[in-house]
């Protein structure tokens, strides 16, 4: 089984490569910020306390993603047969990181690896001003990025030592190409899988 985190800011590629790592490893992709606009999108009462934390830039609360998560991994476990979960956008903060723990050791698992994409600061904030032309985000514009990318420093960042302290942190040089990214992202998921073989 391979349980992924795809870590980064705002703005680090973690959608796109989640996107591409699903479909070669056959990976249930998990992104909370898509299961949070799907809330939006359906007008629900959850939906509405998300957006007014997502239109500021901040984190909706802890105990809210938690629940959305584990309903979401149940839910779409359900429907199809895969050979892990890819966690894009989540743990977001430490107290994500370990509800995460226990939310993965009920389900008899482990998370194998983190990868963190790191890219330059004006990059990120290029990235996100272009995205905003045609993504229709109420938080891809300036004012707004720079909110989440302070949000990131100071809440998300710190999960990366959670996971260096069990071996399990990866950096990855996000910049440029997305080929060239992807290509270094799956020399790291396969020199895990020949290890898990070798293993098992
Ligand atoms: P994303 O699509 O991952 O960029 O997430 C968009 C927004 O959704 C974030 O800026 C947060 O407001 C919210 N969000 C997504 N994932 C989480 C999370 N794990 N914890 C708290 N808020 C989240």
Do not use: W
């Not at 989440?148 to 990866?170: A, F, G, I, M, S």
């Not at 040089?173 to 098992?200: L, P, Q, T, Y």
């Amino acid at each position: 089984m391979l349980n992924i985190i795809i870590f980064g800011a705002p703005g680090s590629g973690k959608g796109t490569q989640s996107d591409l790592i699903k479909e070669k490893y056959n990976l249930l992709h998990l992104s909370t910020g898509d299961l949070l606009r799907a809330e939006i999108a359906s007008g629900s009462e959850l939906g509405k306390i998300a957006d007014s934390y997502i239109s500021k830039g901040q984190l909706v609360p802890d105990e809210m993603i938690i629940e959305i998560l584990d309903n979401a991994i149940e839910e779409k476990e359900k429907n199809g047969k895969y050979n892990g979960i890819i966690l894009d956008g989540f743990p977001r903060t430490v107290a994500q990181a370990e509800a995460l723990e226990l939310l993965i050791k009920k389900r008899n698992r482990d998370i194998t690896i983190l990868l963190d994409l790191m890219v330059e600061e004006n990059e990120l904030v290029e990235r996100l001003v272009n995205r905003g032309k045609t993504s229709g985000r109420c938080d891809d514009n300036l004012e707004t990025i720079k909110k989440r990318l302070e949000v990131y420093h100071e809440k998300t960042k710190p999960v990366n030592d959670y996971y260096k302290k069990q071996n399990k942190y990866t950096v990855i040089d996000g910049s440029g190409n997305i080929d060239n990214i992807f290509d270094r992202v799956c020399k790291v998921i396969d020199i895990i899988n020949e290890d898990e073989n070798v293993a098992s």
